[in-house]
């Protein structure tokens, strides 16, 4: 299921835009929650914290998505938004969207279909959380794109806490795979070498 547009033309020139250097953060957990925000150019962060201090990565939005869709019925954020690279960012008051949705049913069952992707594709993570070797984690997360190759969104760290594995974990995964043939790497991608006797296996 492809991401569905949902952002009804008829607010988008109420937004507001921000620019945001590497590092810098969009909003902080507990920042109250204002609005919505398309990332225009760049790569944006979620993270959280959780009760032992460690950093759980919640995912990663590039140009075209949208980040805090939940914003719209949370008072605060729950979760940290920070820029990987140089970003353009635009905010789209939640009064706006609100009053949009109510009025617009098209824009409504748009917003829906959003969600329930959101839904699907939190599942997906979560099964993939549920496998408990490292190699079969990572096998699922290339067997997720269509042709078996994945541009990472980050770092290899960053990765690893998308996956929930320690980055050591990973780093020895990886490269035990490639040394099997498994796996191929080259410049920001993994490509799953051997994705046909994968998808039989499983």
């Known amino acids: ?11 988008r020139g109420s937004a507001v835009e921000r620019r945001l250097s590497a590092g810098q953060a969009l909003f902080t ?5 204002r609005g919505i925000y398309e990332i225009v150019t760049g790569k944006v962060r979620l993270t959280r914290i959780d009760p032992e201090g460690r950093v759980l990565v919640l995912g990663f939005a590039c140009a075209g998505d949208t980040v805090a869709e939940a914003s719209l019925f949370s008072t ?13 960012v635009r905010m789209y008051q939640k009064a706006s969207v609100l009053a949009e949705l109510a009025r617009n049913p098209r824009a409504a069952q748009a917003y829906a279909a959003l969600l329930a ?12 959380r ?5 190699r079969d984690r990572v096998r699922h997360y290339l067997a997720s794109a269509s042709d078996g190759t994945v541009v990472l969104p980050g770092t290899v760290k960053d990765l690893a806490g998308e996956l929930g594995l320690s980055h050591e974990a990973l780093y020895r995964t990886l490269g035990h795979m490639e040394d099997e043939g498994e796996i191929a790497r080259c410049e920001g991608t993994i490509r799953l070498a051997c ?5 039989a296996a499983v």
Do not use: F, G
Not at 29 to 33: G, H, I, P, R, V
Not at 117 to 128: G, H
Not at 195 to 199: T, V
């Open 1 to 11: 299921m492809d991401k569905p547009e949902w952002l009804p033309q008829s607010i």
């Open 117 to 128: 992707y959101q839904v699907m594709d939190l599942r997906t993570r979560l099964e993939r």
């Open 130 to 134: 549920n496998l408990h070797c490292a």
């Open 76 to 88: 605060i954020h729950c979760c940290t938004a920070v820029a990987m690279t140089k970003s353009v």
């Open 29 to 33: 957990s507990c920042d109250q929650a």
């Open 195 to 199: 994705r046909a006797h994968h998808l």
